[in-house]
């Protein structure tokens, strides 16, 4: 079946191959176009091992079609060559895109065949190689670079050759132009032999080398001269440039050909290059060009000459100003002698001065104007002007561009269309007419001549085509009076050339368009519409003119005009509709509505726009052009039209677009009719649904997967389009997806997933209940990374999913995913630039984590996953470090699903490793690779439909001889792994492919080899298959049983117990004669050598005898037979003969039976006395001599006489070692070469970010290629092909060369990274490698103490100092890096100092160098979030005095964290100067925004913003707009957003899109919605480079980028809230409180959370939330920000702090802000206890009020006050528990009766309120356990009253806790009481009654507690007692035997 399949497709390549070599340029575009759809199908339909096949048939056609062909007679055809060739190319151009095959093994074959395409002397074939050449290098791989370098120095070779051929200089001007423009940054070092190469090309003979040299070079200024690079590579550059440009002004005299190619340089030179590099010679340039001579003889000097000109005067207006005069008299000559350009050059100049701000030389140009004038005025009015043939029209005082008057008519005339002047000629002087309106629109003379009838005249007697077209439009932008009348002509004019005619108004449509011709020049009506379509119409009612003019050519037969007409027509409707719709703003009564467009009012109006609507409908319906389709329904996907499209008549044909052919067209036909359901449900829903359940029935049921992808894209847009269509299918739909995702091998899973996005937008919560069946298949997708669009989809699906149903515990349940999604924004394997877009959407969507639960869940996965096979950690300074990593990073990309491709790669280079190291070494690193590779072949089985099958068998095929290799490698030492490999030989076996059978029997043979005896119990079922398989062998040659015969030799004497199944298979091949004559040696052949092994072949002696004799017997071949399968083949075989193997088998057999043989010797005898001697080749069989030496040998074993035992020589070769073991012992080790090492290390041509990106990867590259360790070299093949490895291994390649060079080399290469790390624009991806390089050269100690010391000395002296690194690390955000960094600073300094401590002063440049260091450390842990060694290092700046007994800088206070002092500094500092101060403004700013005190930061915004100088409102902005932001100030807000940095400044906290996030919320507020999103989507951009660089380091890192992230995606959500029902309201809004569940309890991330959420939800509707975050402010001890929340949320405007008894005053006030409110004055005063008995006084009188009384005997009659909103159950316990809390700490003796009484009758009453409440039951319990400690004096009955009491609180308190974790203390607490009064008999009935209710899992965390006290001696306490159900109790043990250890168990 797969042959049938391979056959079919190599018949179709062959089929459209066909058609791209046709010479019909149509038939060939065809046939590529075809090719690419194809070839696409295929990489998308077919599984991995057919596309596979599919792959070497497409290469090896390719192949075919670029090598030579040879004729007939035997020369080569060199036409067929070259068309071939050409046609080849056109195919890698198209193949290129598709992703149909590994990206480096696909650019490396497409650029073998290109290479060969480039050997010729045909231009068309040069062009398109290099053209396709340039397109491969796009795809910068590992191997682009080899490929670049190659070609490059071919090029330089072929143009700078004193003789080669003009071919092959021509396609190195195009091959370096294509390699410049596609990677300019991998020739920055080969300036020099770029410029030479491209010089020798501008001075070459031939012109055409001579113009793509000039290109190459535009390619080259533009890509490399103006890239961003230092000051000295700029000065070197633009010396360069001049070196250049005076290297043309020497040759610009010279010959010819010289001449010409200096103008082509200085051309591209001034229109490039900076205006100041060339200021210098620009006069000697202006006055040389001016004056050449050259120009007068040679037309290619002077159309050069002609461009250059306005070049130069718009390189410098000013300097040029002399040389005007001559400029334009030579091109005015020009001008007259009729040159091509010269027109347009002067047009260049005209306003290239016109651009000049003095104006001088638009002023000198003014003189020329005239001359120019006169000389275009009788180019567009020729002498004989053509006579008038048509009636012309013009405008009417009513502003119609018709007259209405019939006779009016009749006496205007209109020039012809049919121009009598050369074009090329006409259309250069309209263009300079143009430029001469626009750079003198005032000017009189101007006005005039263009105003003047004759000129316009002149102008519409041109073609109406592109250029008049756009020299018109230029023409009334600049002298709007025109446009009326151009209006005029041009729809006159194009009336002329579409009907004949001009535009007649009053004629009826029917005999407007009877004469009309719809064959005729389709290029005229084609200009004619294009014209119409192009030039500015507005103002007019244009409905009638298409209906007439435009209208009928929708059936014309030209493809093009169809389409074009169609363009047409609807856009004269929209400039009529707009002219409608101006008319009704102005309130002309003659304008009304209808259908919702702006139309005259009459019938007849709207029929004519819906009749040219049908007919534009009925085109994009049934055109033949696929093209034309797709064109008509762009135009209608534009809304405008709708209330007219959305009529039965349209409606009718729109719908079959929906089934088009063609998958765009019936994607867009869906989306119109979509949006169209709403105004015409009965015409569209019908459809729709029917396409539905098509599209359902295909997705479910079709076989084609590129069909079922096309089915699920399409289904994706039916949902988007008609989401009130979809809601009765959701569960079908669901059903059907679900199916198709379960398909491991489905390539849809993208798309699919991309359709459930929309799905579940549409669905909302009706999709929730399957979210967990959904997110599985996401993860699976991003996991196996199948494709970078199938991974955005996946990404785009995951947050649609989230948003929708509110569903967004997705990272707490799958934390690998946060992991992937967090390795897609950094490193090597960051995603595209779109895909990262949508992964900060899909963190925005699932919020913020906080870190510390991040940590504890990969904490968590990390134990779970414990056990596996992972990465071994060894030290730095072990020597076989190096061999560690690599197989580490190999071994990581093997357990990497994304990483397939590379899988192949990376187990060979595991083999090579293997074969390198010493005998002792491979067994190592045994336990980690066996197993990878054992799972790669686990994962290559699939059980999807009938059996079991495998993915990709040539990948089998290869892993099953890689193991082999391995088994080979280790030997003995495979034992441990035996069971292993034969569970995966035993599944592979039975799914029987006959390429993977063949390994594994090789594997079988290695595993035979390594454990000899200990192979023999596998025999036992592995023989019966071998035998199984030599019976039903279906290949054709029978080789698997050759392979069998071969194993089975191999396994030789373990085969003792299995003779009785392998000998009669043996015999029973060999004897018989219809087998291949090789399986038939081959198995006699075997035998024998199973009868040298010494085996017991007594038992089947006879058959063996009797098949040989039968062998021997058959008859005698012909002697010119040749026949393979013949018994004995003549010397053209390549067997011997079957009798020689036959009788060497049987003397084989005498030697094993010995005396036995006796018996067969009669009939041996009779059989070889009936055979005939023959010889053949090199082979005799003489039957006598063999028969003489059978009697010789047993007659000698009759005498008992020894004879030598013949080994098998297989089995000799199996005894020897392997070549493999020696390993590295018979190599030299390899050695560095540091001249190519040097090449790689130099940065000198390294300029842009992208520069250093590509260093950074080729050194890794050449450290890996010139590494003296085998391991990395063993893995320098992958790293060309997996970049991201030579990251992983940079630091370990480094360190490895860094050792074996010498100490000169190894300076010079630490300047070369140190010159990287100094530059200004190194990015961050190459500057971290860097740093982690520096700190790995810190920790390496090879080499020794002596190397070890030496490194760190060079690491010190050629890294950069210590505080430099640290700048570099802080850069990045690698703050961990910079706290190392800052503390060797401090270090060395304090270590310079130690020589002072004696005298004890130190120079101050030290101290104050301390104190810098120190306060630098103090940021970095404040940045850490390690507050404590801040103040550490407080404690050191005071006791070394550093700060000379001076107060702290206020800088210092903000880095430790303390800003009410850092305000009092700043304040002071005020005091003392009150001018303004920068830095104390925006200190006091800094400050008061940190403390959360917005209205005193707004009020020193009154004081100090008006007169603040820009720096200090720049630097004050962000925090200014954040108060007032959060204060609901707008207007501050917009006025601070204004000034607000676009970057990041220095010293401040806030991100660089704070900015855009304010500018969103402020758009929002103005109800923008356009402009939000426009924001929001800014400020994920700016956040990519900074996001992905804080979170390489860590996700806490980043944490307020993710904050961020949240903030942007609520603030979208905020504008779907308003425009959502309210079931989608209470969606968001509970998934906008789950969210801040999952934050980090920071105030300052929760506020702006929460104040994003208050633009559409009123705080009444989200109190907890806020009153959550007070809580977390008083936590936080941000008090003052805590009591200005509270006092919004009272509803006081003065947020400043209100009495108690106020606050309890306000009915209004809600009951939960009220408590919160007194706790707050609570807490803050606490130390007051006056001021607290008076919060507890209020606090009762609230509940007083409230009708919470009754536990107060004194106010229980008395009747409550209104409050409201009416308070909860849960509030009044909470009142009353805050109540009995305070009492308690109030009351010193709060135990006494007199007490406690009331304080318990309070919580009981709460308890009543709230019996599910954790903190009442918590409260109650606590009270009543410390009553009996407390108070001595309690009787027996109260002390159990209290302590059951407390048994029964800490049991309920202990089951309400959530999480449990919080409930320890409460049971530790009931263990006290229980052991303190067990004793007691009715404590001990109570502890037994209510224990049981504790969760079992709660006894884990107090099991030593109990196991200490099982030997207490009350019986009370001793006695069992049951802590759970049976079941609970064994499955309390398991986790104990779990969880424990010794001290639990």
């Known amino acids: 079946m797969a042959q049938i399949i391979e056959n079919r497709a190599s018949v179709e390549l062959d089929r459209i191959i066909g058609n791209v070599k046709s010479k019909v340029d149509v038939v060939s575009k065809q046939g590529v176009e075809e090719l690419g759809q194809y070839v696409n199908a295929q990489a998308a339909e077919l599984p991995q091992e057919r596309l596979a096949s599919f792959q070497k048939i497409l290469n090896a056609k390719l192949q075919e079609m670029f090598k030579g062909v040879v004729g007939k007679e035997g020369r080569r055809n060199q036409a067929v060559i070259d068309a071939n060739r050409i046609a080849g190319t056109k195919c890698v151009l198209v193949l290129i895109d598709i992703e149909f095959m590994d990206p480096n093994l696909k650019i490396t074959q497409f650029a073998n065949y290109i290479y060969k395409a480039l050997n010729t002397d045909i231009k068309e074939q040069a062009e398109i190689a290099a053209s396709t050449l340039g397109k491969i290098v796009r795809i910068e791989t590992a191997l682009t670079h080899d490929i670049v370098e190659a070609e490059a120095k071919r090029c330089f070779e072929w143009l700078n050759d004193d003789a080669p051929s003009k071919a092959r200089k021509y396609v190195g001007s195009l091959v370096l132009r294509e390699l410049v423009e596609a990677v300019p940054h991998l020739l920055l070092k080969k300036y020099s032999s770029v410029v030479n190469s491209i010089w020798s090309g501008l001075r070459d003979d031939d012109i055409e080398v001579r113009r793509v040299a000039a290109t190459a070079l535009r390619a080259y200024v533009v890509g490399i001269i103006q890239r961003d690079s230092t000051e000295g590579e700029r000065e070197f550059r633009t010396k360069s440039m001049e070196k250049l440009y005076i290297s043309c002004m020497e040759t610009i005299h010279c010959q010819e050909a010289l001449c010409h190619g200096s103008l082509l340089a200085l051309n591209e030179l001034f229109t490039h290059i900076d205006g100041q590099i060339l ?351 797709i064109r008509v329904m762009k135009v209608f996907e534009d809304p405008c039209f709708d209330a007219f499209i959305a009529t039965p008549e349209c409606m009718r044909s729109l719908v079959l677009t929906i089934n088009d052919e063609a998958q765009q067209v019936s994607e867009m036909g869906i989306m119109i009719t979509g949006r169209l359901s709403s105004l015409n449900p009965a015409c569209a829903l019908p459809a729709l649904r029917k396409v539905l359940l098509q599209l359902l029935t295909e997705l479910t049921c079709t076989m084609d997967t590129q069909r079922q992808d096309m089915s ?338 191999c396994f ?16 029973t091949a060999f004897s018989n004669d219809d087998q291949p004559i090789a399986l038939r040696i081959r198995a006699i052949r075997t035998l024998k050598s199973l009868c040298q092994q010494r085996l017991n072949l007594r038992t089947h002696a006879a058959s063996i005898v009797h098949a ?38 049987l003397e084989a057999l005498l030697m094993n039976i010995k005396r036995d043989f006796e018996i067969f010797m009669p009939m041996v005898r009779r059989v070889l006395d009936s055979c005939e001697p023959y010889t053949v080749a090199t082979y005799t069989f003489n039957p006598k001599d063999h028969l003489a030496q059978l009697s010789s040998s047993l007659q000698k074993i009759k005498q008992s006489t020894s004879l030598a035992v013949t080994i098998a020589p297989e089995m000799a070769c199996a005894a020897a070692p392997s070549p493999a073991q020696d390993g590295m012992d018979q190599r030299n080790k390899p050695t560095v070469n540091p001249t190519t090492l040097k090449r790689a290390w130099q940065v000198s041509g390294a300029s842009a970010a992208k520069d250093y990106v590509s260093w950074l990867s080729q050194f890794g590259q050449k450290l890996m290629q010139e590494s003296p360790s085998s391991s990395l070299r063993s893995a320098f093949d992958i790293s060309r092909q997996y970049p991201q490895l030579n990251y992983e291994l940079f630091n370990v390649a480094f360190v490895s060369c860094y050792f074996d060079l010498t100490e000169r ?241 220095p010293g401040l906290d806030y991100v660089s899109t704070t900015k855009y996030f ?62 959502s029902d309210e079931d989608r309201r209470a969606t968001y809004r509970s998934m906008w409180t789950h969210r801040v569940s999952k934050m980090n309890k920071d105030p300052k991330y929760l506020q702006g959370t929460l104040a994003i959420r208050s633009l559409v939800m009123p705080t009444s509707q989200n109190i907890n939330s806020w009153l959550d975050f007070v809580e977390t402010c008083r936590w936080s001890g941000k008090m003052k920000k805590a009591q200005q929340v509270l006092m919004q949320l009272m509803g006081k405007e003065n947020l400043e702090p209100i009495p108690p008894a106020a606050a309890i005053d306000d009915n209004q006030a809600d009951p939960r802000v009220v408590l919160e409110y007194l706790k707050q004055l609570w807490v803050m005063n606490r130390t007051d206890k006056k001021y607290g008995n008076e919060v507890l006084l209020q606090l009762s009188t609230y509940a007083q009020r409230l009708g919470i009384t009754s536990w107060n005997k004194d106010t229980r009659n008395r009747a409550p006050t209104k409050v409201y909103p009416e308070p909860t159950d849960e509030i009044k316990a909470k009142i009353l528990q805050h109540t009995a809390m305070w009492q308690q700490q109030l009351q010193e003796g709060f135990w006494q009766p007199q007490h406690r009484e009331g304080i318990l009758n309070a919580l009981k009453e709460a308890i009543t309120y709230d019996p599910n409440g954790y903190q009442v039951w918590h409260e109650w319990a606590l009270l009543n356990y410390r009553i009996p400690i407390k108070d001595e004096h309690l009787s027996k009955d109260e002390e159990v009253k209290f302590v059951t009491r407390a048994i029964e609180g800490f049991v309920r308190s202990i089951s309400l806790c959530r999480p449990s974790e919080l409930a320890v203390q409460d049971l530790l607490r009931l263990l006290r009481v229980w052991f303190n009064f067990g004793c007691d008999e009715e404590v001990a009935n109570v502890v037994a009654r209510e224990i049981q209710q504790v969760n079992v899992d709660m006894w884990l965390q107090v099991i030593p507690q109990i196991i200490a006290r099982l030997d207490s001696r009350e019986p009370g306490i001793r006695r069992p007692v049951p802590l759970g159900k049976p079941s609970h109790v064994s499955s309390l043990f398991a986790r104990v035997v779990q969880f424990g250890n010794a001290e639990l168990i």
């Open 279 to 629: 200021n210098q010679g620009f006069t000697t340039v202006c006055e040389t060009v001016v004056k050449l001579k050259a120009a007068a003889s040679s037309p290619a000097v002077r159309n050069e000459v002609v461009r250059l000109l306005p070049i130069l005067a718009t390189y410098n207006p000013s300097s040029f100003l002399p040389y005007l005069p001559g400029a334009m008299q030579l091109l005015l000559d020009q001008v007259r002698q009729g040159e091509k350009g010269a027109f347009t050059s002067i047009g260049k100049i005209i306003e290239s001065t016109a651009n000049d701000p003095s104006g001088q030389p638009l002023r000198k140009m003014e003189t020329y104007i005239t001359m120019l004038l006169s000389i275009i005025t009788p180019i567009l009015v020729p002498k004989a002007a053509p006579a008038p043939t048509h009636p012309v029209t013009t405008s009417s005082a009513n502003g119609s561009w018709f007259a209405r008057d019939k006779d009016m008519r009749k006496s205007q005339t209109v020039l012809s269309p049919v121009s009598t002047v050369e074009t090329i000629d006409t259309a250069e002087a309209v263009a300079c007419l143009k430029s001469i309106a626009r750079a003198f629109p005032e000017k009189v003379e101007v006005r005039k001549k263009i105003l003047d009838k004759d000129i316009q005249d002149g102008l519409f007697n041109l073609p109406l085509d592109d250029s008049l077209v756009e020299n018109l439009n230029g023409l009334c932008s600049a002298i709007p009076h025109l446009l009326p009348s151009f209006q005029q002509r041009v729809l006159s004019k194009a009336s002329c050339m579409l009907i004949g005619r001009p535009y007649d108004p009053y004629a009826s449509l029917t005999e407007s368009t009877e004469h009309v011709s719809m064959k005729g020049d389709g290029i005229t009506k084609l200009q004619a519409l294009q014209a119409l379509q192009d030039f500015d119409l507005a103002g007019h009612d244009l409905t009638l003119y298409a209906a007439r003019c435009c209208a009928p050519f929708l059936c014309h037969l030209s493809m093009q005009v169809r389409g074009q007409a169609a363009i047409t027509c609807c856009k004269l409707l929209s400039v009529s509709t707009l002219y409608y719709t101006q008319l009704l703003k102005t309130g002309d009564e003659r304008i009304s509505l209808s259908h919702g467009i702006a139309c005259p009012n009459s019938h007849s109006h709207k029929s004519r726009v819906l009749s040219i609507l049908r007919s534009v409908i009925s085109l994009g319906v049934s055109d033949v052009e696929t093209e034309n389709r």
């Open 712 to 1049: 699920a894209a399409m289904l994706g847009k039916l949902i988007r389009a008609c989401p009130h269509l979809i809601e009765p299918y959701v569960q079908s739909l669901l059903k059907a997806i679900f199916d198709k995702l379960k398909d491991e091998n489905h390539r849809a899973h993208g798309t699919l997933l991309f359709t459930l996005g929309e799905l579940a937008t549409v669905a909302g919560k009706e999709i929730k209940p399957f979210v967990p069946k959904i997110i599985p298949f996401i993860v699976t997708t991003l996991k196996d990374k199948p494709t970078a669009l199938s991974v955005k989809q996946a990404v785009v699906a995951l947050g649609k999913v989230m948003q929708s149903t509110g569903y967004i515990d997705v990272f707490s349940e799958h934390p690998k995913l946060l992991d992937f999604l967090v390795d897609s924004l950094q490193g090597a394997s960051k995603e595209p630039f779109g895909t990262r877009l949508e992964i900060m959407k899909t963190f925005g969507i699932a919020g913020a984590l906080d870190p510390h639960t991040v940590v504890q869940m990969r904490q968590d996965t990390e134990g779970k996953s414990a056990g596996g096979v992972g990465a071994t950690s060894v030290p730095i300074s072990d020597l076989n470090y190096d061999t560690h990593a690599v197989v580490n990073a190999l071994l990581a990309v093997l357990d990497s699903p994304s990483q397939a491709s590379h899988h192949r790669a990376a187990v060979q280079a595991l083999q090579h490793l293997l074969k390198t190291l010493k005998t002792e070494k491979p067994v190592v690193f045994l336990p980690r690779i066996l197993p990878a590779f054992l799972k790669l072949l686990h994962e290559n089985i699939t059980t999807d439909g009938p059996g079991r099958k495998i993915k990709d068998r040539y990948f089998a095929e290869f892993m099953f001889r890689a193991i082999g290799f391995v088994v080979e490698v280790v030997k003995q030492h495979i034992r441990k792994y035996q069971g292993s490999i034969v569970t995966v030989i035993q599944n592979f076996w039975d799914i029987g492919e006959t390429n993977v059978l063949l390994q594994i029997i090789n594997l079988c043979e290695e595993l035979r080899k390594a454990l000899n005896e200990e192979f023999i119990p596998y025999l036992t079922w592995l023989v019966p298959l071998m035998i199984q398989v030599v019976r039903d062998d279906p290949t054709a040659d029978r080789v698997l049983s050759c392979r069998v015969m071969s194993a089975l030799e």
């Open 1052 to 1067: 030789g004497d373990l085969l003792e117990r299995y003779l009785h199944l392998t000998v009669p298979c043996l015999v």
């Open 1108 to 1145: 040989i004799a039968k062998v021997l017997l058959e008859p005698l071949p012909a002697s010119n037979s040749g026949e393979l399968t013949s018994p004995r083949p003549s010397a053209s075989s390549q067997h011997p003969p079957i009798h020689t193997e036959a009788i060497g088998t």
């Open 1305 to 1545: 080399h190894r300076v010079d290469m630490l300047d070369s990274v140190k010159k990287a790390l100094q530059a200004e624009n190194l990015p961050a991806e190459v500057l971290q490698p860097l740093l982690n390089l520096a700190e790995f050269m810190e920790r390496c100690d090879r080499g020794g103490d002596q190397h070890r010391e030496a490194s760190k000395v060079n690491i010190m002296a050629s890294f950069s100092p210590p505080e430099q690194l640290a700048a570099l690390a802080e850069r990045c955000q690698l703050y961990a890096k910079a706290l190392h960094y800052h503390e060797t600073s401090v270090r060395q300094i304090e270590a310079s100092m130690k020589k002072f401590s004696s005298s004890g002063a130190w120079p101050i440049s030290d101290r104050t160098a301390c104190l810098e260091a120190c306060k630098s450390l103090v940021h970095i842990n404040n940045c850490l979030e390690l507050p404590e060694s801040s103040e550490g290092l407080l404690k050191y700046i005071q006791k070394h005095d550093l700060d000379q007994g001076g107060a702290l800088a206020a800088d210092m206070y903000e880095n430790l964290g303390w800003w009410e002092k850092a305000l009092q500094c700043y304040e002071d500092s005020e005091e003392q100067n009150p001018a303004a101060n920068t830095q104390n403004i925006v200190g006091m700013f800094k400050c008061l925004d940190q403390l959360g005190d917005w209205p005193r930061l707004l009020t020193l915004h009154n004081t100090y913003w008006k007169n603040a100088d820009g720096e200090t409102k720049l630097r004050v902005a962000p925090m200014l707009g954040h108060a007032a932001w959060l204060m609901s100030k707008w207007d501050v807000m917009e006025e601070a957003v204004e000034f607000m940095p676009d970057e990041r400044l």
């Open 1558 to 1619: 304010y500018r969103a919320i402020l758009a929002f507020h103005k109800n923008d919605r356009e402009a939000a999103t426009k924001n929001i989507e800014t400020c994920r951009v700016l956040m990519d480079n900074e996001l992905s660089t804080q979170i390489a380091e860590s996700y806490s890192r980043a944490y307020e980028l993710v904050v961020c992230l949240q903030q942007l995606s609520e603030l979208e959500e905020v504008q779907q809230y308003v425009t």
